[in-house]
């Protein structure tokens, strides 16, 4: 962020030409592992190159308004920080991941995500993200616990073993958002479906088609598709009948349902056919006797 507000300072009453070139510049090749396509998570087959030239202008439009908030949560960052790490903590003691945490303008890629950068998994949250989604009420707090839920999460994978988000994505898309945001939810019992990386428009509606939806990811627990995996947990699906990344709502209540019966030290541990089997028994007992499915006949 420090070079970031170095940008901003010489770019903020430049034309756009200038503006572009100076990020280029003073950003972009100053962070080479961080700015690539895979970090700031683009399409497959889009380059960097081509989002800041076609979509840099909005992009700068979009920031100005939220640069305030940027520069609160940028400077309360170097304070907050250990904070953080120490709430964590208190629940989860065993925590044991070391490596670099990146505070960043993530070009309108992501709020928070882990990634690899240089072959190491990183912990990362773009302050620009944070700041259109959340403006003005912006609380980095229970984002920076969920995104490190996931590392700690992780710690408990069998040394070797093929990852559970690339083996079963659904399955796990379902658990590890679920528990993750459980685990933010009972860290920030007070906190916002927001503030929750959920929005009250997202669980209004998935809670609307929530029997149906049920339904059809109990029968896709074991999909590899990663297109299935867009619909239900990224904002980019293409089906027009299933609410925005609304498994990370359902994984909520499949994480609740089974936390009823287990302790965290057995949670972060499931694995296998027992977390098939746990999610799998969730599911059941939300989904009514009967619902009305999804009809598969008519266009997504």
């Known amino acids: 962020m420090p070079t970031f507000w170095e940008f901003w300072a010489r770019a903020e009453k430049a034309d756009r030409a200038t503006q572009l070139r100076?990020?280029?510049?003073?950003?972009?090749?100053?962070?080479?592992?961080?700015?690539?396509?895979?970090?700031?998570?683009?399409?497959?087959?889009?380059?960097?190159?081509?989002?800041?030239?076609?979509?840099?202008?909005?992009?700068?439009?979009?920031?100005?308004?939220?640069?305030?908030?940027?520069?609160?949560?940028?400077?309360?960052?170097?304070?907050?920080?250990?904070?953080?790490?120490?709430?964590?903590?208190?629940?989860?003691?065993?925590?044991?991941?070391?490596?670099?945490?990146?505070?960043?303008?993530?070009?309108?890629?992501?709020?928070?995500?882990?990634?690899?950068v240089d072959g190491k998994t990183a912990l990362m949250f773009g302050i620009d993200m944070i700041a259109f989604v959340h403006e003005r009420r912006a609380n980095l707090e229970p984002l920076f616990h969920h995104e490190l839920f996931h590392l700690y999460h992780h710690q408990f994978d069998a040394p070797g073993s093929a990852a559970e988000d690339e083996a079963?994505?659904?399955?796990?898309?379902?658990?590890?958002?679920?528990?993750?945001?459980?685990?933010?939810?009972?860290?920030?019992?007070?906190?916002?479906?927001?503030?929750?990386?959920?929005?009250?428009?997202?669980?209004?509606?998935?809670?609307?088609?929530?029997?149906?939806?049920?339904t059809e990811l109990r029968a896709k627990l074991a999909f590899t598709s990663m297109e299935t995996y867009r619909d239900f947990f990224v904002g980019n699906g293409k089906r027009t009948d299933v609410p925005k990344r609304a498994g990370h709502y359902v994984g909520l209540l499949v994480a609740e349902e089974v936390a009823k019966t287990r302790q965290w030290k057995e949670l972060v541990r499931l694995r296998g056919e027992p977390l098939r089997a746990a999610v799998d028994d969730a599911l059941g007992k939300l989904e009514p006797s009967k619902v009305r499915k999804l009809d598969p006949t008519k266009p997504r």
């Open 168 to 214: 079963a994505p659904i399955l796990w898309g379902l658990w590890g958002e679920g528990l993750a945001i459980h685990a933010s939810k009972v860290l920030h019992p007070k906190a916002t479906n927001a503030e929750l990386v959920m929005s009250d428009q997202l669980v209004e509606e998935t809670r609307r088609v929530l029997p149906a939806l049920v």
């Open 22 to 116: 100076l990020m280029k510049e003073m950003v972009v090749a100053r962070y080479p592992e961080v700015y690539t396509p895979k970090v700031i998570g683009l399409a497959p087959g889009r380059t960097l190159d081509e989002i800041l030239t076609h979509g840099f202008g909005f992009f700068m439009d979009k920031l100005a308004p939220h640069v305030p908030t940027m520069r609160r949560l940028s400077t309360q960052i170097a304070s907050d920080l250990p904070r953080f790490q120490q709430s964590f903590r208190r629940l989860f003691p065993d925590l044991c991941w070391t490596g670099t945490v990146y505070f960043l303008a993530s070009l309108g890629g992501f709020d928070g995500a882990t990634r690899e």
